[in-house]
């Protein structure tokens, strides 16, 4: 049978699914999400998340016909392309491969526009496409408003239960509510206990929720294009009270993926299934529209969201992607991964 693997690489990891060509949306045959640890090269996870593949893949004495990475923005593609290099590997800027597997699954229209709401840990990228072309109208990234933000509000939360705990653990607790009403956690060093809701996290998210809404509302306003639906992304948004929130400020449709943070590794499946003949594939999303600007949305009273009034950038290039020349839209290129990765031993 013939074996592909997607890789998509965000500022928590790598996320990698190994599955047949043929069935990119169904239970894959592996699949992995390798932490980076604090002050790790991006790079890491990455290899670590390959590695393991071929190794699965062999196993099953198996072979991986094609791999494509996601990537967020062009040193981010640099970097992966200089450090995998036999087997053919294709870089694809990450809204083209989110917007693919949705077609693929077909949650998305076929014209029309759609708002990609990426809520990952390191903050909210916002991009709004056009469906039928596959073309950027704009973009914004809030570095305050995701899962670390969240993680930290939740610390600060505990700290006042008398629970003292880091933000991995916090981050560990807002998760395990995505698919439980109640959790407890627990101070390693004195066994103090608190009983942490759905509601409270709601109510601590709840500014943070409302930029981000306010900021979909405010795209769809400046390039007078309404999204004809939201796609929700990310870790973030399995949380039920996230998604039921977000439902009543937009008031537009919803798409949710059962495994919202898969998305970009299933839709880098869809380009590593494409063989191209030979030589240098382009698998990018396209510039277009004017460029807009806009103020920061108003992000409350807490300091975890303040980084979001200082780097919002609203405009045609969506996070890096794209290049700034004459609206060009940046290529992705094909490398190969290195012999001594491919036959390195299994990371534990």
């Avoid at 698998?283 to 980084?307: D, E, F, M, N």
Wanted: glycine share 8%; aromatic share 4%.
């Amino acid at each position: 049978m013939v074996l592909v693997l997607g890789v998509s690489v965000g500022a928590s990891g790598a996320r990698a699914v190994l599955t047949h060509s043929d069935q990119p949306h169904l239970p894959p045959i592996d699949r992995c999400h390798i932490h980076r640890p604090a002050r790790a090269s991006l790079i890491e996870p990455v290899l670590i998340a390959v590695r393991r593949m071929h190794s699965a893949a062999r196993r099953r004495d198996e072979y991986i016909t094609g791999t494509a990475v996601t990537c967020q923005n062009r040193q981010q593609a640099e970097l992966v392309g200089d450090s995998l290099g036999t087997g053919r590997i294709t870089l694809v800027d990450e809204p083209l491969a989110q917007l693919r597997y949705l077609r693929f699954t077909e949650k998305l229209p076929a014209s029309g526009a759609v708002a990609l709401f990426d809520l990952g840990s390191s903050g909210l990228t916002l991009t709004q496409i056009d469906c039928r072309t596959d073309t950027v109208l704009a973009g914004a990234h809030c570095p305050g408003l995701g899962g670390d933000g969240y993680d930290e509000l939740l610390c600060e939360w505990l700290d006042g239960a008398g629970v003292f705990t880091d933000e991995s653990a916090a981050g560990r607790y807002r998760e395990a509510l995505s698919s439980a009403r109640v959790v407890t956690a627990a101070d390693p060093s004195t066994a103090e206990r608190a009983v942490i809701t759905r509601s409270d996290l709601a109510e601590l998210c709840a500014d943070a929720v409302s930029s981000a809404a306010t900021l979909v509302h405010r795209v769809a306003a400046q390039t007078e294009v309404a999204p004809d639906a939201v796609a929700l992304l990310g870790g973030c948004a399995r949380n039920p009270a996230l998604r039921a929130r977000l439902t009543d400020l937009l008031g537009l449709p919803l798409v949710c993926d059962s495994e919202p943070e898969y998305v970009s590794a299933r839709g880098a499946l869809l380009f590593a299934a494409e063989r191209p003949a030979a030589g240098i594939r382009t698998a990018h999303i396209r510039a277009g529209g004017q460029v807009v600007s806009l103020a920061p949305p108003t992000v409350g009273r807490r300091k975890v969201y303040a980084a979001a009034a200082v780097t919002i950038g609203l405009g045609a290039t969506v996070a890096g992607l794209l290049t700034a020349q004459n609206g060009a839209a940046q290529p992705t290129r094909s490398t190969v991964v290195p012999t001594d990765i491919l036959d390195a031993p299994p990371e534990p």
